[in-house]
């Protein structure tokens, strides 16, 4: 899929794929035979026949999981907003190049392929505080890379982030699009002193005047206050709905660039589950907005997917039993009213 346009992506999310209800019926009578009292498995029941909508089998398969994570530098982090250099970027790309970062770890654990996804990480996009951080040809350029990114055989997609100041441009897609400013939404990312925390909230104010003109259309708002890592979530989210591939999101960044596209169209991110709530400032207000309910919160704040890949073995543990425990009939235990 090539989206030449802002218009093309409009016109995407106006004819999204809808999920198998059949088959989800089909996967919560499973459910309700299986040996055990209905529901005593909470939301790992839940997760099992979301996974069975959204990949259309009854009994749903994880053979393929993947992790993508995207990386991309931003100009507004030349406004002191963040506790490290804009060097570590490319520094952590290498990192998990190496096998060396968390999310290595993790994905190991998790039985998931890794695609780390570097996007021009010498040619940051724009102070967002004084022009547009991308015009519409870049933001498409980096939709496209995520789009691409995603296997057409995946069974479940992780997506995850990279970024210095990504947090920033994060809580400026928040104020932009739901309001509040940069007090709402501005945390400390990577550990900002009370100094750096004040310079996010300026630059996230500074921003909303200068593109005050557009704040109503979510792409435009996605292209001018976002960053490429970012436009490539969105991309690979999209990519997935159209593959029918269900999504676990990480932290803030991940939730946040996903954002526009919920603004854009109800029900846009019905295939995506929040994989955890992030300690940083903001994510669980965001993620209200969004009604969306994570499965973990476990204080993490890495970004990288890593909360995200943590939750895809939650999705295993909940696949394991809805396709390995015996239904009363097979047991021969009896059933409740039996």
């Keep these: 899929m090539q989206f030449d346009t802002l ?8 004819d999204l794929p809808q999920g198998n209800a059949h088959v989800a019926d089909a996967a919560t009578r499973r459910q309700q035979n299986l040996t055990k009292p209905p529901g005593s ?20 398969w994880l053979g393929r999981v993947t992790i993508a994570v995207f990386a991309g530098n931003h100009g507004v982090a030349g406004r002191g907003v963040s506790a490290y250099p804009q060097a570590v970027t490319g520094q952590m790309v290498a990192n998990f190049a190496a096998g060396g970062a968390a999310i290595n770890q993790i994905a190991q654990s998790a039985g998931a392929e890794l695609r780390v996804v570097p996007i021009e990480l010498d040619r940051p996009t724009r102070d967002f505080t004084v022009a547009s951080a991308m015009d519409a040809d870049e933001f498409l350029a980096a939709i496209d890379i ?9 069974d479940l997609l992780a997506v995850g982030e990279m970024g210095i100041a990504n947090t920033t441009t994060a809580a400026m897609l928040c104020a932009a699009l739901l309001g509040g400013g940069g007090k709402r939404w501005a945390g400390r990312g990577t550990g900002v002193d009370e100094g750096g925390l004040l310079r996010k909230r300026a630059a996230i104010d500074a921003g909303l005047d200068f593109h005050r003109g557009m704040l109503g259309d979510p792409l435009r708002v996605a292209a001018a206050l976002g960053g490429r890592e970012l436009a490539a979530i969105a991309g690979a989210v999209l990519a997935a709905r159209r593959q029918g ?21 109800r029900g846009a991110l019905d295939h995506c589950r929040a ?8 994510h669980r207000e965001l993620l209200r907005e969004l009604t969306l309910d994570p499965l973990l919160d476990l204080g993490m704040r890495l970004g990288e997917a890593s909360g995200a890949a943590v939750a895809i073995l939650l999705a295993r543990a909940a696949l394991a039993c809805h396709a390995g425990m015996a239904t009363f009939a097979e047991a021969g235990v009896s059933g409740a009213g039996d």
């Excluded at 218009?7 to 106006?14: E, L, W």
């Excluded at 995520?146 to 995946?154: F, L």
């Design 7 to 14: 218009d093309d992506i409009r016109a995407f999310c106006r």
């Design 41 to 60: 498995l909470g939301r790992l029941e839940e997760l099992a026949i979301w996974l069975a909508r959204w990949q259309g089998r009854e009994v749903p």
């Design 146 to 154: 995520g789009y691409r990114t995603v296997p057409g055989d995946c």
């Design 245 to 265: 591939i269900p999504v676990l999101l990480d932290g803030f960044v991940a939730t946040a660039a996903v954002l526009p596209l919920a603004r854009l169209e």
């Design 275 to 282: 994989g955890h709530v992030s300690a940083e400032s903001g």
